[in-house]
């Protein structure tokens, strides 16, 4: 079936795509009747040779054969090879000539070999295509370029060359038996996805679902009391609304499905957002919230009017009905946000923003981008926090989305606090995951949104961080670079069919999203269940280091650096004890109360003396006992004595003393060599997804902080992740490992000085003990995220079974609080995502962190799952008392924005010991709360 006989079948209003906005085509009216007149014989050839019979791949392996008998016909003759493939990048029917040899009295011996790897790179894509319509067996751009990577060097001459030839054969890619991997998500359980395969994509209203590619469905499912459809652009966000049950939330008018492209969309994601434009009533809204910026508004042209660099693959992929919902500028200031609220614009901004002005789109797109350069700001979708303020803790304001969805709700709209959205912009490069995504130039990708950008700056020779180019960072959720196998992103011939269903219709399967598989089984990259908030604090204008780099003489280096950096027992035994703070007075020197006071001081101090002691006395040991070390450091370890008693307590340093300096020069050796292999090519080398996202996290580590805003602690933890991703291909890189590496590099740093960490700016050590704590970081890391990798995994199983143990526990232990959240509707997955996926670090400082891992490392190396999940239970008992007089969304707010501020070591310990507490009644009973739900 047609695409344009989908409205007609279920009775559907013929959509007319009016939105209120002035439309343009990218394309001219000629250029559109001659690619539709092309199409057209395209298809109706293709339809007339499967009813004679013929094999459905047939038409394009005669294609592909013809262009490679032009090829040998040439080759006989002993002339040049020249053959013209269309570009698509030029637009308006233009060529381009690959040809070999380069004559050398024309070219230089640098052509003769591009030349050649040209031809080459032509070729061996046209075998893999030949092989797939032949065989019948689909292929995906991974495939092709993970076949011979040293030939085609990037993931992006393959995209190019894959797309060209589709162009020059007039064909889709699904016609080469190309498929595409998809990486958009659909939230939502008004809509249901049925597969060719027989079984249901049954989504749901807490998470995302993986959008299908096309050729694995048949029909599409949509409740009839669906009220609105909303496209959002950054994943994060996405995230965070399906958390809140944004789809099925009381405060909007209906029922509604949420949709995210995670940037530039691929795609499977333009396919479905099509098709729901082109299908559902009129009276159905279908809007999109993308930033107010020109990358924003590329997007959101590519969901609208398609994109040039895919326009030989039709108009189907172009959701003319989709409408803006925000967020431009020129709309903020009736929301009282002033222009010093908005970002200001980075020269690829710039760039990108008169790109776009040469484009045909509607005139307020263009005034908006004429305003962005003029003023130079813009506007991101996290904006809407300051817009909501006030009003949305005392639930009286309008949320911004009811202004476009008619009814108007009777009821307050949902309040999100400014701590809900993600402070990560989540944009795709173009093609680095499957080459299915859109953006129209071939620029690099899009730059960090943050206020900060700051380039990669080269360390000194012992370790190399790629080289910074001249494109910004393109951020998405980083996945492994293992290549996921998905089918086709494009419709059967006949189509898609949507149906309509009532709610509450029975689905064939419960929940098959676990069974619906849209990739390789032993691939873990897919889909990350969630993604991660943004601290919960005040705004705060983040300085860079390179613009303003903080004062370098803040810290003291310790003279016996050099010796510690290979026998860290010297920092233990020769360490000078610092200077301890006199106590504030607060009663006169001779009343009870001043001696009571300096009584009670007194005989803390001597108990840490005391411990301190015991400490060194076990760690200079010959043989560490590493049973009493454990036990020593449940009750927290000195400051000065941490850093070489987690590595004691990790394994990564070994007992014995005789054997220490060894290892530690071993591995950290290991560790430049992998530093050297992973970045010996710059960045051209690099997996450009998994890099992408660090350069975009990095940054916005710990924001405010100095030590994480100087850039030599910025490049190490850049190596640190990547090398890390790139040797755990099962999960690659996720939000939040990041923020797991800051403690270590922080509690070993404090080695080699005499002052705060926090303040202190790493390039003023030498470079062997730099090194040291970068190497040391990553290998204790590794040891952590080894005991807890089935967090970050492809689907999450381990973040998953621990919440939903929690929920059991708690259930046991506050049956009240638990009968509450069941009332407000408040799942655990909503909040205690963020606690196992980061370890509670973005509820609470990272010296209560430091002071928590003491006990976890002392409890052995299950504690980061096991205990932890004790931990996180007594965490949310301790609030129960306040949760159970909120609402959902009072709820909610107040989870994402504890009031942990003025914690401190005695309120971590009591946490702590409630946490022990309970791992020693539950932990060896769990039959008696599994069931308890």
């Known amino acids: 079936m047609a695409w344009r006989e989908l409205g007609d079948e279920l009775d559907f209003d013929s959509p007319d795509g009016s939105d209120g906005e002035e439309t343009t085509q990218a394309m001219s009216e000629d250029e559109d009747a001659s690619q539709s007149q092309s199409q057209t ?145 659909v939230c939502g359980s008004a809509i249901s996805i049925h597969l060719t395969s027989g079984e249901t994509l049954q989504v749901n209203d807490s998470e995302g679902s993986l959008i299908p590619v096309g050729e694995d ?70 809007l999109g919230l993308f930033d107010g910026d020109p990358y924003g508004v590329d997007i959101l042209s590519v969901y609208k009017y398609g994109s040039r660099a895919m326009a ?66 813009k506007a991101e979708i996290e904006i809407l926090e300051g817009m909501l303020g006030d009003e949305a803790q005392q639930g009286t304001g309008n949320h911004v989305l009811m202004s476009r969805v008619q009814p108007p709700p009777a009821r307050p709209h949902l309040a999100i606090h400014s701590s809900t959205f993600n402070a990560k912009s989540d944009w795709a490069d173009e093609d680095a995951w499957d080459s299915a995504s859109d953006s129209d130039d071939d620029a690099p990708p899009r730059p960090s949104s943050s206020r900060v950008q700051p380039r990669p700056v080269p360390r000194p020779a012992s370790a190399h961080s790629p080289p910074s180019s001249e494109g910004g960072s393109s951020s998405t959720l980083a996945f492994s670079f293992t290549h996921v196998s998905n089918p086709s992103s494009y419709p059967p011939k006949n189509g898609w069919t949507i149906v309509k269903t009532k709610p509450g219709s029975p689905r064939p399967l419960e929940d098959s999203r676990e069974e619906v598989g849209n990739g390789d089984a032993d691939v873990e990259g897919d889909m990350i269940l969630g993604d991660l908030e943004a601290d919960a604090m005040e705004p705060m204008e983040i300085i860079s280091p390179v613009n303003a780099k903080p004062k370098t003489n803040q810290g003291i280096i310790r003279d016996d650096i050099e010796d510690i950096v290979d026998d860290p027992l010297c920092g233990v035994k020769h360490r000078p004890r610092r200077k301890e703070e006199s106590p504030r007075r607060t009663s006169p020197p001779n009343s009870p109360h001043s001696a009571e006071r300096s009584e009670k001081l007194m005989r803390e101090r001597s108990i840490r003396t005391s411990r301190r002691h015991k400490f060194v006395e076990c760690l200079s040991n010959q043989d560490v006992n590493i049973a009493e070390l454990r036990k020593l450091a449940w009750a927290g370890i000195p400051a000065d004595l941490r850093p070489m008693a987690w590595q004691l307590l990790l394994g990564y340093l070994p007992l014995p003393t005789p054997l220490r300096a060894g290892t530690l020069a071993r591995k950290r050796g290991e560790y430049l060599s992998l530093v050297k292999l992973a970045f010996a090519r710059d960045r051209e080398g690099l997996d450009q997804q998994i890099w992408h996202q660090i350069e975009i996290d990095v940054p916005r580590t710990r924001p405010g902080v100095g030590l994480w805003m100087y850039g030599a602690t910025q490049r190490a933890l850049e190596r640190i992740l990547y090398v890390w991703a790139i040797r755990h291909p099962a999960s690659g890189y996720v939000q939040g490992i990041n923020d797991l590496a800051t403690p270590f590099f922080q509690v070993f ?117 096991q205990f932890h999940l004790y931990v996180c239970s007594a965490f949310l008992v301790k609030w129960s008392e306040k949760l159970r007089q909120m609402d959902f969304q009072g709820i909610i707010m107040f989870l994402q924005s504890l009031p942990t501020q003025d914690w401190g070591d005695h309120e971590i310990e009591m946490l702590l010991s409630e946490a022990f507490v309970l791992n020693s009644i539950w932990h060896n009973a769990q039959s008696h709360f599994i069931q308890a739900k």
């Open 312 to 377: 030989h693959e039709g108009s189907k992929l172009e959701a003319e009905r989709l409408k803006y919902l925000g967020v431009f500028g020129s709309e903020l200031a009736s929301y009282g946000v002033d222009l010093d609220d908005l970002l200001p614009m980075s020269e690829k901004d710039e760039k990108k923003a008169q790109t776009m002005l040469q484009r045909d789109i509607p005139k307020k797109w263009k005034k908006e981008l004429m305003r962005m350069l003029h003023l130079r700001r």
């Open 749 to 865: 740093l404090s080695a080699y000085i005499d002052s705060d960490p926090e303040a202190f700016d790493p390039a003023t050590l030498p470079t062997r003990a730099l090194d040291a704590i970068e190497a040391d970081t990553f290998w204790c890391l590794s040891r952590l995220l080894d005991g807890i990798q089935d967090n970050y995994i492809f689907a999450q199983p381990g973040i998953q079974r621990s919440v939903r143990r929690m929920a059991e526990l708690v259930a046991r232990i506050d049956a009240p609080l638990s009968a509450h959240l069941d009332t407000q509707n408040v799942e655990f997955m909503q909040f205690a995502f963020r606690w196992m996926n980061c370890l509670l670090m973005r509820e609470i400082s990272v010296q209560n962190t430091i002071r928590m891992w003491d006990t976890y490392l002392a409890e052995g190396p299950d504690a980061f799952s």
């Open 41 to 185: 014989q395209t298809q109706e050839q293709s339809e007339s040779e499967s009813e004679d019979g013929e094999e459905p791949f047939s038409f394009a392996a005669e294609r592909i054969e013809e262009l490679v008998s032009t090829f040998l016909k040439q080759l006989t003759m002993n002339e040049p090879i020249r053959l013209q493939v269309a570009d698509r990048r030029a637009g308006g029917g233009a060529t381009r000539t690959i040809s070999f040899p380069v004559k050398r009295a024309t070219g230089s011996a640098r052509q003769l070999v591009q030349s050649s790897a040209s031809a080459a790179q032509l070729f061996s894509v046209l075998d893999s295509m030949h092989e797939a319509v032949v065989t019948g067996v689909p292929l995906t751009k991974r495939d092709i370029y993970y076949k011979d990577v040293a030939l085609f060097k990037t993931q992006r001459t393959v995209d190019n060359l894959v797309d060209d030839l589709a162009a020059t054969f007039e064909l889709q890619r699904a016609d080469l038996n190309v498929r595409a991997t998809s990486k958009g998500l």
């Open 217 to 286: 469905i048949d029909t599409i499912a949509v409740d009839e009391d669906i009220s609105w459809v909303l496209v959002v652009e950054k994943d994060a966000v996405f995230t965070t609304l399906c958390r809140l049950l944004i789809t099925k939330h009381p405060s909007l008018p209906g029922r509604g499905v949420l949709i995210t492209g995670k940037g530039y969309p691929d795609i499977a994601t333009r396919q479905l957002v099509a098709t729901l434009s082109a299908s559902l009533p009129k009276r159905i809204p279908i």
